[in-house]
């Protein structure tokens, strides 16, 4: 069948009609959501979709608008990162186990990637995971790891073999959060509070059938995951904005306002409003085939422009926005940013160009893989990894 406006439109006319969301369970509203393929249309069917234009995906949240929802902000690496990558690269068998409790927010999930010794430079990292039979034991340590208190399962990258250069050598495995050996630290912020962990992997056991893609393969499908991760924290529209808040506030206390900083705010406004349209633009397209390296310009953007708002919030508010509700320290479900007072949109803006990728790092992608510029010299290119200096 080919999906336009108006089918899907009557597909969730047509849901709303068999499942009244003020008489039904939540938890089972949102799995018949899914199994209606009115989770994400762009999916295949029996897999939460339709297999539809993404673009139709609107159409379906439009007629649905007001239902439960899954509660995007607090299963979002389930959502943006995991649910892309096990599509692109998971077994059948792996994606009905997974995709269903993913979507509902059953089981909430988190990223392995970073490590204390390999943060910007991925692919040196160290975790190893070594064959025994139709297991794999993986011993190293992850960091900043978001929500891995609450997790179910992991997306985790370890290295299989360390006779290769370090690109070569790497392998892609779903994580059970659960197994013996698997340890969470929480890692106290500037907020006060822990979203971010450390993990430890001790002799952890996984199953080969929790691989995703081939043995050696796992830089190609981290890759995968990486330009989704970039194009969820950047290329979202949402709602209520950043440049928003601070228009609310310029237009609310007109006794903050000088010359200086609307001049500011107005250039900031275009910034905002070009990062915007960009965003329409990458998510167009999304709907004509995988994220490609422009993710990665508008998380550049997205973190530029948080740190100049939240700071020139602060500045406009004076002694007000230095308040802060609250240094408790706390593990926090969700990340709640627009929610919250100026003073902690300042401290918490200071890591949107380290998470999901620094802002140095994607210069070097946007330069290299955008621009088309002479890519930086790389000594280690075929040098086996257990041959380079540490």
């Known amino acids: ?20 969301p003020a008489a039904t369970d939540r938890l089972e509203f949102l799995r018949a959501r899914f199994d209606a393929g009115l989770a994400w249309v ?13 673009e139709l995906q609107a159409v379906a949240d439009r007629e649905l608008k007001g239902t439960p929802d899954n509660q995007p902000g607090r299963i979002g690496i389930g959502l943006g990162m995991a649910a892309p990558t096990i599509l692109a690269f998971g077994t059948e068998e792996q994606k009905k186990r997974f995709l269903r409790p993913l979507w509902t927010g059953e089981e909430v999930w988190c990223q392995l990637f970073s490590e204390p010794g390999a943060g910007s430079d991925l692919a040196t990292l160290a975790t190893r995971a070594v064959r025994e039979g139709d297991e794999w034991v993986v011993d190293g340590q992850k960091v900043w790891t978001s929500s ?5 399962w992991a997306i985790l990258v ?7 250069p370090k690109h070569r050598g790497l392998t892609y495995f779903v994580c059970d959060m659960h197994a013996p050996g698997v340890e ?10 822990a979203e971010f962990n450390e993990v430890f992997l001790t002799g952890v056991r996984l199953p080969d059938a929790l691989r995703l893609g081939e043995v050696g393969d796992g830089w190609r499908v981290a890759q995968t995951t990486l330009m989704n991760e970039r194009v ?12 928003g808040v601070v228009a609310e506030t310029w237009r609310s206390r007109p006794e903050l306002r000088t010359h200086d900083l609307h001049q500011r705010l107005l250039a900031l406004w275009v910034d905002s409003e070009v990062m915007r349209l960009t965003a329409l633009r990458l998510r167009e397209q999304l709907a004509a085939g995988h994220p490609g390296p422009e993710g990665s310009g508008m998380k550049l953007a997205f973190a530029r422009l948080h740190q100049q708002l939240s700071g020139i919030e602060v500045e406009m508010l004076r002694e007000d926005g230095l308040a802060y509700d ?17 003073g902690y949109r300042y401290l918490r803006a200071k890591g949107n160009s380290i998470e999901g990728g ?33």
């Open 1 to 20: 069948m080919t999906w336009d406006e108006a089918s899907v439109a009557e597909r969730a006319r047509a849901f709303l009609a068999e499942h009244d």
């Open 42 to 54: 762009h999916f295949p069917e029996g897999l939460g979709g339709l297999g539809a234009s993404r």
């Open 148 to 152: 891995a208190h609450t997790a179910r």
């Open 158 to 164: 370890a290295r299989t073999d360390p006779d290769v």
């Open 184 to 193: 969470v630290r929480p890692l106290r912020q500037i907020t006060g509070e």
């Open 232 to 243: 969820a924290i950047g290329g979202t529209p949402s709602r209520r904005t950043m440049m």
């Open 326 to 342: 609250d240094w408790t320290f706390r593990r926090p479900d969700t990340v709640d940013f627009i929610g919250r007072e100026a």
């Open 358 to 390: 620094t802002s140095e790092i994607l210069r070097n992608i946007i330069a290299e893989r955008v621009l088309g510029l002479p890519a930086e010299p790389r000594a280690d290119k075929d040098v086996a990894w257990k041959d380079l200096p540490r």
